[in-house]
């Protein structure tokens, strides 16, 4: 789906010491699932149903429709988003979904993963920095139920001792040279049979010298040769230069 705002429009969305505007809802999601295609100034925007009223997370505009108040979410500073305006099909992430989502970072992302799955749904928040995490815990998880904060580095998954069974969704956002791999295996431990992937590819942290779009083939052949069945790739250019995104359907028996 085209999105018609320009880079300036959309950097404003973060630019007022007021956040709270009133907006009409646009038609173009009509599932809703957490998320909307949303009218503001003329421009349509993604947004996500705010759970906790009055909060904002990076100074994003909140919009009231319908005395229901949204969070307006900024593509260029959310891959998630960028994916889903690239065109990303049939999102898995849902109300009560459990979410394992690894590279958490400062929780911009995750704050809006939050907003859809509900406070019955969970994300185990892994992040290896402390700093980082730190800024996670206080801004973000210190004020929502569904997010588990581990700092813990997400190469061993059998440290995170604060997950419990399996998830639906393996969220991964990592800049490593084996960022596939640690997906990989980190799916081996947590997903269900028939979850689902969502793998940011980082082209630069894998490989300079190639083409971004070889690597990013490369990475998915990687995930078909482990059992995933490749639902969707896509280009997040022009919102993250040299990214990607695979959405992937695991399979836990060998065919």
Request: glycine share 4%; net charge neutral.
């Amino acid at each position: 789906m085209k999105n018609s705002s320009t880079e300036e429009e959309q950097r404003s969305l973060t630019s007022s010491s007021d956040p709270s505007y009133s907006g009409t809802v646009s038609e173009f999601n009509n599932d809703f699932d957490g998320y909307r295609w949303v009218i503001f100034n003329g421009q349509k925007h993604l947004a996500t149903l705010n759970l906790i009223k009055g909060n904002t997370v990076y100074n994003e505009k909140l919009i009231t429709i319908d005395k229901e108040e949204y969070r307006l979410w900024d593509i260029f500073r959310s891959k998630l988003a960028a994916a889903l305006v690239k065109g990303l099909k049939n999102l898995p992430i849902k109300n009560k979904t459990k979410v394992l989502y690894l590279g958490a970072s400062t929780g911009t992302t995750v704050s809006h993963i939050s907003d859809i799955i509900g406070n019955s749904g969970v994300i185990f928040a892994i992040e290896s920095s402390i700093r980082v995490a730190r800024e996670l815990i206080e801004n973000v998880a210190s004020k929502r139920e569904n997010i588990i904060p581990i700092i813990e580095d997400a190469r061993k998954p059998l440290s995170y001792f604060s997950t419990y069974g399996e998830v639906d969704v393996v969220y991964c956002d990592i800049a490593q040279p084996d960022q596939t791999e640690i997906a990989i295996d980190n799916c081996k431990t947590f997903l269900k049979d028939n979850g689902k992937i969502l793998l940011v590819v980082k082209t630069r942290s894998i490989d300079v010298t190639q083409d971004p779009r070889t690597v990013i083939l490369q990475e998915a052949k990687k995930l078909e040769n482990s059992r995933f069945n490749i639902e969707q790739i896509l280009n997040l250019e022009p919102y993250d230069k040299d990214h990607g995104l695979i959405y992937a359907t695991y399979s836990q028996i060998k065919s």
